[in-house]
Nanobody
């Protein structure tokens, strides 16, 4: 079992920045990859950024060049640095950890970007 806890959401003006953190605990040795997802009201949950255990990253087209995912293995933490935020980035952001058997989700953190 893996547990993940997100933090760092909040309210920011358009053009501003936020950094989200995701701390993993439990059977972290089994984690293959971790990712950040988001869900806006009335929309489906979508992948924002992901990072594998080997450090390979992937991004949604809508955030490329603005968001950066990184990991600190010593702290078992994954970060999402979000710059040049837009109102359309407003959503609940979820962290997920994936191993061979299951996906483990956090409770989500709200990000609101005002225009």
């Amino acid at each position: 079992q893996v547990q993940v806890v997100e933090s760092g959401g909040g309210l920011v003006q358009a053009g501003g920045s936020l950094r989200l953190s995701c701390a993993a605990s439990g059977s972290i040795f089994s984690i293959n990859s971790m990712g950040w997802y988001r869900q806006a009201p009335g929309k489906q949950r979508e992948l924002v950024a992901g990072i594998t255990s080997g450090g390979t990253t992937t991004y949604a087209d809508s955030v490329k060049g603005r968001f950066t995912i990184s990991r600190d293995n010593g702290k078992n933490t994954v970060y999402l640095q979000m710059n040049s935020l837009k109102p359309e980035d407003t959503a609940v952001y979820y962290c997920a950890a994936m191993d061979l058997l299951d996906d483990y989700w956090g409770q989500g953190t709200q990000v609101t970007v005002s225009s």
